[in-house]
Structures are given as C-alpha cells and as structure tokens.
C-alpha cells in the first residue's frame, strides 16, 4: 500500500505534439485493485495518456504519481519506473527474433539481474496460466494474433508490475481471438491486479470496470460506474458517442 | 521455385545445351582471333602457370591475413560510428556530427590515396609507440575506407526496425543501451547481412591495394614474376586465386538472400 493510498493520480495533465494539443488537463485517480477503462473516439487521447502514465512520452504538464511517488519529476530513473507499470499494445510489439520464452524472460534477466533458470522457471510458470506452455518454444510469427497478444500480457506480467496499462489490446484481432485476450484480462482484474484500460469493447467495458472515464477530444468529459455511464449517460457527447457505438452493434 | 519430374529434367537439358553452345561460340571467337597465338603464349603459358604456383599462392596467404585481420576492426569501428550517429538528442550532436564527418570523407576519397597518404604520410610522424610498418598503415587504410562503407550499412539495418519494437522494450525496464544491444541490434544485423557479406567481397579485392606500399602479396609477387619472365601467365593465377576465394562468400550471401525472401513470404502467407 502506497503512501497516499492511490496506486495512480494523474494530476492536470497536458501533452503537446507541436501545435497540436492532444491531453487538455487529464485528473484521474485509481486505487490499488481498480480497474478503470478510458472509452472515446479514435484520436481522444485515451493511447497518449497511456504512454505519458508509461514515461514513453513526456507530459507537457501536470503531475503523474503513481504509488505515492511522483514520477515525472526530472530527477526519477525512468527506467525503474517503467519496470513497475506494464504496457501491453495493440499491435503486440514482441521481438520478432526471439522465442516466446526469451521474449519473457529478457527483462527479468537483463534489468532484475535474475539468473537465467529463475527467469525461465517464472516465465514458464506464467505461460502455463495464460495457456501458452506449449508455445514457450515457437517464434511470435508462428502464433496467432490471440497467442501473441496473450505472450506479451505475460511479458509485461513477469516484471510483477504493481500497474497494467492496456493499451487496445484487442483492436488489431480478429474478431474470434478477441475472447481468449479479454479471458486473460478478466482473470488478472480477478486477481487484483490494478489495471487502466484504453478499449473499444464497450460489453467487455461494462463487465470489468469499477469506473468508466469516457474522454473526448483530450478532456475526460464524464466518469462513473459501469452501469451509470453506459445506461444514463448525462453528458450529451457521451450519449452521441454511445449511441454511435450501439448503431455500429458493439454494444 | 522448383520443378519437378518430367519439366524439371527438361529445363535442366535446355540449361545444359544452351551453356554447350554458348561457351563454344566464345571459344571459337577468341581461338580464330588473329592475335590469339602471341595471347596464348603470353597469358596462358602452361611451363609458367606451374612456375608461379610455387611462390604465388604462399603470397596469397597475406591477402587472406590483411582480409580477415582488416574485417574484424571494420566490424567493430564500423557498429561504433553506426551507433554514435543514431544517437538522439542535442547532446550527442558533436558525435552524431563526428559520425556523418567520417563517413562522408572516407567514402568520397579514393582507397587508393587513403592508402598513399596513411602509408607513406603517417609513419613521417614518427610518433614513438605506433608502428612504422608498410603493412600496418595497409591495412589501417582499408579498416578506415571499408569502415565508412559498412557502418552505413549498419545505420541502414538500425533504421529499418521498427520504432515501437524500441518502445516496448523500453517499456520493460530496459535501458536505451540495452534496447539497442538486445533487441534492435539482432534485428538489423539479420536485415543487412547480404549486404554486408557484399563489402567483404570488394575488401578482398582491395587488399591487392597494400602491395602500393610494398608489402609482397599476391598482386606484387605477380607482377615480380611477370616481369622476370616478361610472361602475363601469373596475373591469371593471381586473378584465378581471388576468385576463388569470393566464389563461396558469394554464393553464401546469395543462399542469406533467398532464406530472407523465403522467410518473409512465409511470414505473408501466414498474415
């Protein structure tokens, strides 16, 4: 347990690509166990606020705390931050050039300094939970897009992150390996794991979210309860954005 | 692609016939040109083949020396400036500057005068602690020239993987340092391995460019026995011997490029 209770505060947050102002004062709290998802429109911001909470992009302004730590202050080590909040990609991301298993076990080897049978013990051990004990051995184009995405979920779970941060991670599947990822997600919301959605999958939304954040043009517009947001909508934008979602059936 | 059975035997005969016909029209070219007998007699002279293949082939033997000697410095000089000059950020601007300096100028002067200049300019220093030797500076040379060459080789391979393999390894903890050694290094030496193995084939060429400073390898041994003789057969031999050292890291770097083809059809196929 952190110091001020809250495994992530995003405070004021802005990001600027030049001109182009993409986060327009973002303030978000999770509490450890939660796991709150960020709906909206492509190009809402809901992926640079992943990446800003990940340290892959450099807030422009505003605070990030996570576990009572501010972590965009100039003085962290970035990369120790980064080892405690997994982030999993739409497009998977894992290296092309290495099994499953050393996919796994590279971080845990080359940053948490652990020997080479520990590392493999632990991956091996998170594969089997995750179905994929018999892939350990494969290259990631010998998988489908379900196995891939569910081996870099267990790449980012062997770093034992105190935060996940997904980042659509079922946008680029096919429609029939969607279920066997949000099966993975399910089991690690019921572990306790404290996690920060960015999904386009309202059903699987509702179902897992303690709170909904839905974000419109860099702004989070509205935020509450699953059933609150997605039954009585109060903001008009969000009720045009769910009634678009619910026309296009994925609802 | 491969054929099989009955049109795979009669392409192999078509291949055959046509190779017969064409290497007997060459031959019946040159052997009834006017010239050919004073040719024959001056570079195709039996007595003096088997005479040069006493001296030359041993000369041979420093070629592949300074080739493979040369090679591991390239290698190594080469990533080092590929690296300095995919660094971000202003700070590393003096390095990234250094960087584009080297290649710009080692790749713009000819190997020729780089080898003139260094062999017989930099022991002129005479800096107490860095040899004076003919062959050293040689082989200085082509490690600077060939250095130029390959690190942009290297700097293409590094470029061509993709940003967010870099971002997901970063996103694990690991450093710049480490994302580089460990994930996007592996990748882009795989890529720019054909290309690659091509530099070392022009380097074994260019190490006959160290005989300028006096050294006695191949190329200088040949030209001593031609002139001894007044007799052309020995440059064949010499010609004969690189070639034949070439021929298998050609055919290998032909072999990496079908694999790499192959690999990424499958990979399409499978997509």
């Known amino acids: 347990m952190s110091a001020d209770g809250y495994a992530l505060r995003v405070e004021g947050v802005r990001k600027s690509f030049g001109r182009l102002e993409v986060l327009k004062g973002i303030d978000l709290v999770l509490a450890e166990h939660e796991v709150v998802c960020l709906i909206g429109a492509s190009g809402s911001g809901k992926s640079t606020l992943l990446r800003c909470v990940n340290l892959t992009e450099p807030v422009t302004a505003g605070r990030i705390v996570v576990e009572g730590e501010e972590i965009t202050s100039p003085r962290v080590d970035a990369n120790r931050i980064r080892q405690n909040i997994g982030i999993v990609f739409q497009a998977f991301n894992l290296f092309p050039h290495m099994t499953v298993l050393e996919n796994v076990t590279l971080a845990p080897r080359k940053v948490l300094r652990k020997s080479k049978a ?24 010998r998988l489908s897009g379900g196995q891939q995405q569910r081996a870099a979920i267990v790449r980012a779970l062997a770093m034992r992150p105190r935060l996940m941060l997904l980042d659509e991670v079922t946008s680029a599947l096919d429609p029939e390996l969607v279920g066997e990822v949000l ?63 619910i026309a296009a059936g994925r609802l | 692609m491969r054929a099989s059975g009955a049109s795979g035997a009669r392409s192999v005969l078509i291949a055959l016939a046509s190779t017969v016909v064409f290497a007997v029209v060459v031959v ?53 400036i590929a690296i300095f000059r995919s660094l971000p950020g202003p700070v590393f601007f003096p390095l990234r500057a250094l960087a584009i300096a080297y290649a710009d100028f080692f790749r713009g002067v000819p190997t020729i005068l780089v080898i003139y200049l260094l062999g017989f300019g930099a022991p002129g220093l005479e800096i107490s602690g860095i040899p004076r030797g003919a062959l050293f500076w040689g082989v200085v040379a082509l490690v600077l020239v060939y250095a130029a060459y390959v690190s942009e080789v290297y700097r293409a391979g590094i470029e061509s993987v993709h940003p967010s393999q870099e971002a997901a ?37 260019d190490t006959a460019l160290v005989a300028l400073l006096g050294p006695v390898e191949a190329f200088r041994q040949s030209q001593i026995e031609v002139s001894s003789n007044f007799n052309y057969t020995p440059y064949l031999l010499t010609a004969l011997l690189f070639v034949l050292l070439t021929i298998p890291l050609a055919r290998l770097t032909d072999w990496l490029i079908a694999r790499e083809r192959g690999r990424r059809l499958a990979a399409g196929v499978a997509a």
Request: proline fraction near 6%; charge should be negative; aromatic fraction near 10%.
């Open chain 1, 118 to 141: 520990e590392a493999e013990a632990e991956a091996l051990k998170l594969l089997a939970r995750f179905g994929l004990a018999d892939k350990a051995g494969e290259y990631p184009d």
């Open chain 1, 183 to 245: 099966g993975v997600i399910r089991e690690l919301a019921e572990s306790g794991m404290t996690m920060l959605i960015a999904t386009h999958e309202m059903s699987f939304a509702r179902e897992i979210a303690n709170r909904v954040c839905f974000l419109d043009a860099g702004v989070i517009l509205e935020e509450g309860p699953p059933e609150e947001i997605f039954r009585a909508p109060a903001n008009p934008r969000t009720q045009e954005f769910l009634h678009r979602i």
């Open chain 2, 28 to 80: 019946l070219a040159v052997s009834n040109a006017p010239g050919w007998p004073a040719v024959k007699r001056q570079f195709f002279n039996r007595e003096f083949f088997v005479e040069s293949l006493e001296v030359i082939p041993e000369a041979f033997l420093l070629n592949i020396r300074i080739f493979l000697i040369a090679e591991v410095f390239i290698l190594v000089l080469a990533l080092v």
């Open chain 2, 169 to 205: 390894a970063r996103s694990l903890g690991l450093s710049r340092a480490q994302a580089l050694r460990f994930v996007i290094l592996p990748q882009a030496v795989r890529r720019v391995l054909p290309p690659l193995l091509n530099d070392f084939i022009g380097l074994q060429k």
